[in-house]
């Protein structure tokens, strides 16, 4: 009796609302990983699509009961544009909502929180309750348990604590008509995305990251592209690769980067600064490659070598 | 009228980013007694990129204003701002109470009322919490527009550019003062202060302000945190000695 009362109580308690990032047809990986997240919430779970192009895909997202699309596109996920639409769907009507802790969503969700007045969860690692979330602080080096004292919750979903929702058969789909919109928005001007042949970093399952120890962008080249092709592996860096012109900012893992957790990670001349390992340390296999037998990186790598870069990496590319 | 700006930049006392925090006791937060706190680098950042606009362009510039919301001693990271070459600066002091972001950007929104404040420069999180929400929930209270995660800035008459670091690139943001902005590690190297500066900092203003000063009684914190613990530690790895061992161990932990 009791169970079943309170069953029906925490069932009435959970809807929720997730926004599935996307363009050009194509669901962002992370926005899958979000949808598992919600799932482990409970049913119902509405998503929202603000690109009509990828209503189709998210409707046969697994654990998706129904979709809402925007009869428009909001190009480039302007904070200014979409918090507002998400406050008049989500007032009085969802218990959570959850989006990726990309960069889309974390720019929408806090402006969200600000606009309900709720204190949004950023990042959670894993659902304990409708209301108690864990999300990492200090760089990954703290766990905090987190329940929320707000009517609704809001949080954002670190992709890579969930494995991607599989397919379903496709849910309805209903458009919405949304009349709340910031006439104070900042414009969109231009962009300039990195174009790679090599797998997405977030979602990747084998990393190849490169750091210092690779001494020029010429080396960098030279030593990771060859490899991470083999492995058809995405390519990372530590932020000292990075502020060194090795590659691009978008390939950095860590704290402030990418946080990554793939099946396989190698760290090449990575030391294993504290703010670098709160992006991998927790990828299955980390194999480290350093010059330095007392690098940080080797207290949490799985497999470790120590030695020359420049004669291993070629070696190991050519018998892999 | 003057269309100045006068530039608000928030900044947080956390432990410095190169100490390894260690979870207290009673596993509800981490140790701080005896622990090294600095200014939050990105907040360092984001003082750093207000200093330079106004060296660069002193007609654009009018005042920097710095604050912090935090226990007493956060009156130190302000002294320290000042020092580098805010002009004026508020402390909130809460005490050693913790305050959330939302909390953070409500207080917030009354200094930017307070001092008209037209553009906030902000770091894009705290390397505490990790958060990633004050500029944005404050930009979101202003009703002012965004942009977040800043790797470049430039003033052009009244509107603002903004070269910000997105998954997969970059992407450029323009909007119209007033806006807030949140910065990303790319931006600049911050300086250091000189002792002249130190020195001279001493006598530049800073206002104390407690809760009822703004007249809140307490702080409404959301969320409650149940319990903060050690990640689970990773089990010891193996050396090998040359590639083909390691091949041969990827192989065996099915890794390959």
Same mark, same amino acid.
């Given at each position: ?320 | ?33 005896? =622990? #090294? ?15 330079? %606009? &106004?060296? @660069?362009? $002193? ?22 701002a000042l020092a580098k070459g805010a002009d004026t600066s508020t402390l909130i002091d809460v005490g050693e109470e913790t ?6 950007a409500k207080l917030l929104k009354k200094v930017v009322e307070d001092k008209k404040s037209n553009l906030v420069v902000l ?31 430039? =003033? #052009? ?15 450029? %943001? &323009?909007? @119209?003062? $007033? ?78």
């Amino acid at each position: 009796m009791i169970f079943k009362r309170l069953f029906s109580v925490t069932r009435s308690l959970r809807d929720s609302l997730v926004l599935i990032e996307g363009s050009k047809g194509q669901i962002n990986p992370a926005s899958l990983s979000t949808v598992f997240a919600a799932a482990q919430i409970g049913e119902p779970i509405t998503a929202l699509v603000v690109d009509p192009s990828i209503a189709d895909g998210a409707a046969k997202v697994e654990g998706v009961t129904k979709v809402l699309k925007t009869g428009k596109t909001y190009n480039h996920y302007l904070s200014e544009q979409v918090s507002p639409l998400l406050k008049q769907l989500i007032d009085g009507k969802f218990t959570h909502f959850l989006i990726s802790g990309s960069s889309i969503g974390k720019s929408i969700l806090p402006r969200l929180g600000a606009l309900l007045d709720v204190q949004p969860l950023s990042d959670i690692t894993k659902v304990i309750d409708g209301k108690t979330f864990v999300r990492p602080i200090y760089a990954g080096n703290a766990l905090a348990t987190v329940k929320s004292k707000d009517n609704v919750v809001l949080a954002s979903v670190r992709a890579s604590a969930f494995p991607p929702a599989k397919e379903q058969e496709a849910a309805p789909i209903e458009e919405v008509t949304a009349q709340a919109e910031s006439d104070n928005s900042a414009e969109f001007v231009s962009e300039e995305l990195v174009t790679s042949e090599r797998p997405e970093l977030g979602s990747a399952t084998r990393v190849v990251a490169g750091g210092r120890g690779l001494k020029s962008k010429e080396t960098f080249d030279a030593l990771i592209d060859p490899l991470a092709q083999k492995l058809n592996a995405a390519i990372g860096a530590s932020r000292a690769a990075v502020d060194s012109g090795f590659c691009d900012n978008s390939l950095q893992v860590g704290q402030t980067g990418k946080i990554v957790a793939p099946d396989l990670y190698f760290a090449i001349g990575i030391s294993g600064a504290i703010q670098h390992l709160a992006g991998m340390k927790d990828a299955k296999v980390i194999v480290a490659i350093n010059k330095d037998a007392e690098a940080p990186i080797f207290n949490v790598a799985d497999i470790g070598l120590v030695g020359d870069l420049e004669a291993i990496v070629p070696e190991l590319t050519e018998k892999i | 009228m003057s269309n100045k700006l006068k530039i608000l930049v928030p900044l947080k006392r956390v432990i410095d980013y190169a100490i390894k925090p260690r979870i207290n006791k009673t596993n509800t937060g981490v140790e701080t007694k005896g =622990v #090294k706190f600095s200014i939050n680098p990105f907040c360092d950042i984001a003082l750093e990129e207000s200093i330079r %606009l &106004k060296e @660069k362009t $002193p007609e654009l510039v009018e005042n920097i204003h710095a604050v912090s919301i935090g226990p007493t001693k956060a009156q130190d990271i302000l002294r320290t701002a000042l020092a580098k070459g805010a002009d004026t600066s508020t402390l909130i002091d809460v005490g050693e109470e913790t305050v959330e972001p939302l909390q953070v950007a409500k207080l917030l929104k009354k200094v930017v009322e307070d001092k008209k404040s037209n553009l906030v420069v902000l770091g894009k999180q705290a390397i505490d919490d990790d958060s990633n929400q004050t500029g944005q929930m404050l930009a979101g209270l202003l009703n002012w527009p965004q942009a977040t995660n800043a790797s470049k800035v430039e =003033v #052009k008459g009244d509107e603002v550019f903004v070269t910000r670091e997105i998954d997969g690139g970059a992407d450029v %943001l &323009k909007a @119209k003062l $007033p806006m807030v902005v949140t910065v990303d590690l790319r931006l600049n190297e911050p300086r250091y202060a000189s002792l002249p500066n130190i020195m001279k900092a001493k006598k530049k203003p800073l206002e104390k302000l407690k809760l009822k000063d703004l007249g809140l009684d307490s702080i409404d914190n959301r969320l409650e945190v149940v319990k903060v613990e050690e990640p689970p530690a990773r089990q010891a790895g193996v050396k090998v000695e040359s590639v083909d061992q390691l091949i041969e161990k990827l192989k065996e932990l099915k890794a390959l």
